[in-house]
């Protein structure tokens, strides 16, 4: 047991090990709820998930939503909704929080971004003023926010970079990884909130090991992995994810940061992950794109103009319950903020309910038919 | 009784007329559902209260909505929504709605409108085609849409315009009421159906009494009072309204379209009015103005950067019982839909709410009380 655990209320309970795969079925536990894993994440970057509120969070099945260290430190401070009684209470979401340490953000939003040892400077999008992330201000920030896990500041190297640029990457990854424990412990009061590593490792096997082994060693409850939602080809990435796998122990949870669509999910959690967020439904939803089992639907096509049925016939969301695909259509071309709305509960809805039924297939034995059975309609679930 | 009444469902009960205004309180009486009046409803613009579910209407405490027939008829169009079963399915909206003739859109929103006896030419603001409305027509338009509370075509002269151009405009007003009447009863087939009568006469005493006595020899089941939403001053705007409400029969409703805030609700409702259409509450709600008994609350401003509390301590809404003030100015800041979403469910409560106030107050025999307890409070409710 890391850390972590003996000190706060987290546990992860692993129910059921496929036969077949790495598939695995469990439960995190924490005093704000617990969260059957594989678990699809909502991402409510500025304290948020776009167009919904918790009510239509949870009507559409969510256990566990992500927010943003990097937006809500810029705005509106950490201090404000620390003064506020943190960020469950400041949004009204009693359930579970994740949030990332803004690593990822500070190197793909941000302006003049300057590493050195001790963090990373960069620009506010915001006000362009100059800010700086260290291990120990990431830990800060998310001690503020209260969320229920928090990351620690990592690299994430841009795809493509050198096997030396990696390598010294990750380095500096482990090294932060190490003063965000530090800082973590030093400020343990109580607290209901655990720390992750992120093994990171580029494209790079040898490296994706070491990562994997360094971040292991530090005996955290759970374990993040980075640096493969960038676009490279798939069975590469698999074949990263797999190596990184075999490394993290069997009884923490696994989270794979930023991806990714519902075929991804299957073939990730076919190699053991546990946890995942994408901003994919959201953002899609927004933009017309609605998941359905048999492919994205794209509401604005003309054919949907007096279309009576819902979404998708076997849906049981809100939207599905209430609403044509021509009521949709009309929505979206009128430039309708209930356009967004309807959308997103759809969105959301399906991803919860698509790893709903991966859940159920791996407690049937039954992942490897699921797995063939969806693996193709959903290829095509990014297309938006 | 008129000749819808005889036709639909449709009745008007007057239970209280205030001893010393002309306030009074009454039901209209729909197969979709009774309405207590005096009314406030929210405007439904393109088949959606901007940012609100159905649901989130109800919640909010509202009795009927409105909806226009000149962005409807734009788009989707109303052969696609009667194809779809009329607008209350469209839109899964159950209780009653009134619809708009679209004529006071096709003045203020449409380019190159040439009115002749027959009707009104304009150019769609969507694609630039020419499109006509006539009596005939906008009565077919609403048919298919399936309102409960239709209105004719009108003229709405633009403010300011002489005594001779305003009485010319009445004329065509009756003589277009009058073919609105007779399509209406020509193709009159059980559905659950009204027209109204809409008075107009600018802001000449004897063209508004020309008007109304015009309006009501032609026995409708309910009375429009128009043109009185344009910018005039106050006093004579309720001399208009006043001289209106005086011909206007007692035992039918009366509806003063486009008019406004709550100070002005008071004024108009002591003058005999029962039903009132606004875009303010929501509009400005997507602004941060939002409504309190105090007046307007600009949640833009620095002071609420961390307070802790609800719009108004004293309201019963979703976001006053969820939400701080601080979070409101975050969303706000951060341009998210939640944003117009909360603000326009606290809106659209507050003005359903003061109208329920206003309603127990003349049950109460405390109109004045009411009165002038709120006036004051209220006179800067339109400052967004």
């Known amino acids: 047991m890391g850390q972590s655990q003996k000190e706060s209320m987290f ?8 036969k077949n795969t790495g598939a695995r079925r469990g439960r995190i536990v924490t005093l704000r709820g617990a969260i059957e894993t594989p678990v699809f994440m909502p991402v409510g970057t500025q304290g948020t998930v776009k167009a ?4 239509d969070l949870i009507d559409a099945g969510s256990q566990i939503i992500l927010a943003n260290t990097f937006h809500l430190h ?18 009204h979401w009693e359930r579970p929080i994740l949030t990332d340490s803004g690593g990822f953000q500070v190197f793909s939003l941000s302006e003049l971004n300057k590493i050195t040892p001790e963090g990373v400077e960069f620009k506010s999008p915001i006000d362009g003023s100059l800010r700086f992330f260290s291990p120990e201000k990431v830990i800060g920030i998310q001690r503020n926010l209260g969320s229920d896990i928090m990351m620690p500041l990592d690299e994430c190297p841009p795809p493509g970079v050198s096997w030396e640029y990696t390598k010294d990457s990750l380095e500096l990854t482990l090294r932060w990884l190490k003063r965000c424990k530090e800082e973590f412990q030093k ?16 494209f790079y096997e040898d490296l994706r090991r070491a990562s994997a ?10 374990y993040s992995i980075g640096g493969l939602s960038v676009g490279e080809e798939k069975n590469i990435t698999y074949d990263m994810l797999e190596i ?13 940061m930023g991806v990714g669509t519902p075929a991804d999910f299957i073939s990730a959690v076919a190699r053991g992950v546990d946890m995942f967020d994408c901003v994919l439904p959201t953002r899609n939803a927004r933009n017309g794109a609605l998941l359905t089992n048999e492919g994205v639907l794209k509401i604005r096509n003309a054919e949907f103009r007096d279309d009576p049925r819902p979404i998708s016939e076997t849906c049981g969301c809100y939207t599905c319950r209430h609403y044509s695909r021509a009521y949709l259509r009309h929505l979206y071309y009128a430039k309708e903020i209930l356009s967004s709305r309807l959308n997103t509960i759809h969105n959301i809805y399906f991803m919860n309910d698509f790893m709903r039924r991966l859940r159920q297939a791996i407690d049937d034995d039954k992942f490897d038919e699921f797995r063939s059975a969806n693996e193709q309609s959903m290829a095509n679930g990014s297309d938006a």
Chains 1, 2 share one sequence.
């Open 244 to 256: 990184t796998c075999g490394i993290l122990p069997k009884d923490r949870p696994r989270y794979l």
């Open 213 to 222: 082994e360094g971040t292991v060693a530090l005996d955290l409850p759970g």
């Open 11 to 18: 546990e992860f309970i692993l129910f059921k090990q496929d």
């Open 187 to 202: 400020t343990q009061r109580g607290q209901n909130q655990v720390l992750f590593g992120i093994a990171q490792g580029g």
């Open 74 to 91: 810029l705005r509106p401070g950490e201090e404000v909704i620390a003064s506020l009684g943190g960020l469950h209470k400041f949004m």
């Open 52 to 55: 919904m509120t918790p009510e």
